[in-house]
Nanobody, 127 residues
Framework: QVQLVESGGGVVQPGGSLRLSCAASGATLDDYAIGWVRQSPGKEREGVACIISGGGRTFYSNPAKGRFTISRDDAKNTIYLQMDSLTPEDTAVYYC????????????????????WGQGTQVTVSS
């Protein structure tokens, strides 16, 4: 079973940057696609980005394109989400999840309730 722990959230001003980390334990991540999902109060859960093993395939949601970068270090069993040019609309709890590589395509990302999930980290973008 995979355990995921997110970190790196916090409060940042508009235009600022944050790097989220997701540390995995209990299993290696080679067989999983890893994604970042965010949820704000009153809004539906939104898949932000995902990546398969080796970084050969990534997906970014439209709001994330050009501003966020997902990466993984399988040697460290850690996934990162570099977020730049943050806006108040990026305020949310960010979760990482581990699921099937088939759920992470170049044009889609399916985050399932049956995936492994972390506890989330709060990102607040405010002046």
């Amino acid at each position: 079973q995979v355990q995921l722990v997110e970190s790196g959230g916090g409060v940042v001003q508009p235009g600022g940057s944050l790097r989220l980390s997701c540390a995995a334990s209990g299993a290696t991540l080679d067989d999983y696609a890893i994604g970042w999902v965010r949820q704000s109060p009153g809004k539906e859960r939104e898949g932000v980005a995902c990546i398969i093993s080796g970084g050969g395939r990534t997906f970014y949601s439209n709001p994330a394109k050009g501003r966020f970068t997902i990466s993984r270090d399988d040697a460290k069993n850690t996934i990162y989400l570099q977020m730049d040019s943050l806006t108040p609309e990026d305020t949310a709890v960010y979760y990482c999840s581990a699921g099937s590589p088939a759920d992470c395509g170049t044009t889609y990302y399916i985050a399932r309730a049956t995936d492994y999930w972390g506890q989330g980290t709060q990102v607040t973008v405010s002046s």
